[in-house]
């Protein structure tokens, strides 16, 4: 079984240009399928609203939420590095707010790092989160808990304008302390510049190639969340269409009285005569 990664093991492999392979997963399954497949590192993402809970968005999303997908991710995969993500409310409010939050995802769900979506506006809570001896990973571009104020889910930096605000709010996220940053919906040439002139390790997801490694959320890579498909998402398969038909069998076997067949029952002990007298027995 492969050795969990550290923070200091992220920043060898930026060092060494070797990518890092991140994932969302939400309960036990998942999280066992991504620490079998090898993968670097996985969120817990807030994201789990809509792929799970079946939210249109983020914003709903509770910390008992989270903390709850949280442990079944950790007891699923147990030697994998896992971030928790601070929902929306969890810390906004005021750094103390926000501290005592991040230390939840450490304590009851043995998170390694925790993620908070946003730049320069949330620099004070990364401050406070870092200093309590927390690993954070910053989150700007596209960031969905505050999509109502970006005009809904638009693709950030495409301008010079708005990439000189990416440009500031990646600094801004470093300075504070985060010890990652992903990146969220922009062009790849804004990437490849932010990744060139920050020393933590930058991630994308759905901001290209250039940078220390992606992240995808599973639901949209094996086909299973079917509400739309990201522009930057790859489908690795269509777990949906599978799961569907092999329901639509399963309907049309019991209404044939094709299933269940003999192979899938228990047969008695005793024998069928003693069975019967007992029935009678009722019977009567």
């Known amino acids: 079984m492969a050795k969990k990664k550290s923070i200091l093991d992220l920043y060898k492999m930026k060092e060494e240009g070797e990518k890092l392979t991140w994932i969302t ?14 993968m670097d590192m996985i969120l817990v993402g807030d994201s789990l609203g809509m792929v799970v809970l079946g939210y249109n968005g983020t914003v709903p999303v509770t910390m008992e939420d989270c903390i709850s997908h949280c442990q079944a991710v950790r007891r699923g995969a147990p030697n994998t590095m ?8 969890s810390y906004q409010v005021s750094d103390e707010e926000a501290v005592k939050n991040a230390v939840r995802f450490l304590k009851e769900a043995d998170m390694d ?4 979506e946003g730049g320069r506006r949330v620099a004070s809570k990364i401050r406070a989160i870092s200093d309590a001896g927390i690993v954070v990973c910053g989150h700007i571009g596209l960031t969905p808990q505050s999509s109502g104020a970006l005009g809904g889910f638009k693709a950030q930096g495409r301008k010079v304008d708005g990439a000189r605000d990416m440009i500031l709010d990646a600094l801004a996220v470093q300075e504070a302390g985060a010890r990652m940053i992903l990146l969220e919906a922009m062009p790849p040439e804004l990437t490849a510049f932010i990744t ?40 690795y398969a269509n777990v949906a269409e599978v799961c569907v038909n092999a329901m639509k069998e399963y309907v049309d076997d019991v209404k044939k009285s094709a299933f269940p067949e003999d192979k899938h029952v228990y047969h008695i002990q005793d024998s069928l005569e003693d069975f019967e007298k007992m029935f009678e027995e009722f019977r009567k």
């Open 25 to 38: 997963a939400y309960d036990f399954p998942m999280a066992s399928f991504a620490e079998q497949a090898g």
């Open 82 to 89: 896992i971030i928790g993500d601070m929902p929306f409310g």
């Open 113 to 116: 790092a925790i993620k908070l």
């Open 196 to 235: 060139e002139l920050l020393d933590i390790p930058v991630y994308s997801i759905g901001a290209g190639e250039p940078c220390d490694g992606q992240l995808i959320i599973c639901g949209d890579m094996l086909g299973l969340f079917q509400a739309f498909t990201p522009k930057f998402v790859k489908k």
